[in-house]
């Protein structure tokens, strides 16, 4: 029996995957959230495929103990090296950031040259290119990791010089393949998007997965009938935020992301699922 | 029975710890070694006490199961926030990062004026405070987060203008308020010290306490009669290392540390002890 009422499982390795959970937020309102933030082991990034699949089938455990209906892994990290491996154990719809980003770089390039940023295991996995040439076997697809724009996302300089010098030694390769289309590949990237978009130009389409993952995710519980249609007003419990570290640290910045207002968030010890 | 021969065991989140390490091969070379760095959850610098505390006890729990004689907490996160719990739950002698860069700077300084910079959570602990304090009542001690040094560090830019430029600013409370002395509070930071060195100028001690904590750690095992003093030759498997995640870049970068050669890293699943 399908619950239409019960919440949507959210995970990142920290807080990047609210970009995605406040997307889902602003397009579905009817829709309660259960978000994990792996504040204990983040970052993800840097770490290999074996260790960020085991994090992930953890956090899959912990939010089917939370009864979601289905789980949004919002993170580029793990959807590019778990989330194949996690759908094959579980019934519930799963998606990922990866997939409805790169569909939507490959209908959105014109001249076929696509670049994708992101964390160094995003880009090593080459799963972007992956994509892309299912769709779009011509296309080129250059990657370039980008590994201290989550710190200096974190450490709040999302607008500020270095972040500019940074951005265009990691932007430069890019801009000389002449690519037109630009994928932010973290979740933690839309938060420096106009920091991006002006050493790109406006000739560039940046693509942010976050709004395109909302998006799918729309049209996949509506197939499966497990859109939430129910009119009444969503209580105060209707986001719940869980965390592996630091629940204050972590409500101070997420309440600079998403306006709703963090009302809580539980550390619990992944480590256990 | 103590054994002089069995292994001193040192442990930090990742990589830096290999200062310390490297500190101890050079001032006691017939010493064996066994290094743990837990590269699937680094960094600890921004993570709490509680979580800092779990993620050591486990590691000291895996060193035991290699008969070390003794445990270097190589990390000043870790020192700050869990060595005094853990000392209280084993027998072996155990030596941190933070005293013994405490008690050099607390003779050094002339003005009473003592700068330290580390993680967020050695910052916040208070500890370089605390433990000066006992020693110079007098002193005051100034602290001063860097979070971003790490991942400079990390990503190579030990001598870079972006660094330079975010060391000014870190820094610029510190010689406002005129210190004479510096403790370099994180295992990353000897890394940089030429940048911060010319920020700070010539007048300003730079305190190292991967230096000083291997001078100390001599005189504990000489005391407790545990220093080896065999003559003969340290074989090929005279220092072990030990990661959470991803042996291969560790070694990469352990090499760019060590001189002695990083035969090998094996990979544990820390969460198991």
């Known amino acids: 029996m399908k619950d239409k009422s019960a919440p949507i499982g959210v995970f990142d390795s920290g807080l990047g995957g609210l970009t995605v959970?406040?997307?889902i937020m602003r397009q579905m309102p009817n829709e309660k959230i259960v978000y994990f933030g792996d504040t204990a082991r983040v970052p993800y990034g840097n770490k290999s495929k074996e260790t960020v699949t085991r994090f992930s089938r953890q956090i899959m455990r912990f939010l089917?103990?939370?009864e979601v209906k289905a789980i949004v892994v919002a993170c580029n990290t793990a959807s590019a090296y778990a989330l194949e491996e996690m759908e094959s154990e579980t019934e519930l719809p799963m998606?990922?950031?990866v997939k409805p980003g790169a569909v939507v770089a490959a209908e959105a390039t014109a001249n076929g040259k696509i670049g994708v940023i992101g964390t160094e295991g995003t880009i090593r996995s080459g799963i972007y290119s992956r994509y892309i040439?299912?769709?779009?076997p011509e296309a080129e697809v250059v990657g370039r990791a980008c590994p201290l724009f989550v710190p200096l996302v974190e450490e709040g300089l999302w607008q500020?010089?270095?972040?500019?010098?940074?951005?265009?030694?990691?932007?430069?390769e890019l801009i000389d393949?002449?690519?037109?289309?630009?994928i932010l590949g973290c979740t933690h990237y839309p938060l420096i998007r106009s920091t991006v978009g002006s050493i790109m130009g406006q000739e560039v389409t940046l693509v942010n997965p976050a709004y395109e993952t909302a998006k799918e995710l729309k049209e996949l519980l509506k197939g499966q009938g497990l859109l939430n249609d129910a009119k009444t007003r969503l209580g105060d419990n209707c986001y719940r935020f869980f965390v592996s570290d630091a629940a204050e640290k972590f409500k101070g910045f997420a309440n600079s992301i998403i306006k709703y207002g963090i009302l809580s968030a539980k550390v619990i010890n992944i480590e256990e699922y």
Request: charged share 30%; aromatic share 4%.
């Open 95 to 97: 998606i990922g950031v």
């Open 64 to 66: 089917q103990t939370q």
């Open 133 to 136: 040439k299912e769709l779009n």
């Open 160 to 172: 500020d010089p270095v972040t500019d010098e940074i951005a265009k030694r990691y932007l430069s």
């Open 177 to 182: 393949i002449g690519i037109d289309t630009l």
């Open 21 to 23: 959970a406040r997307e």
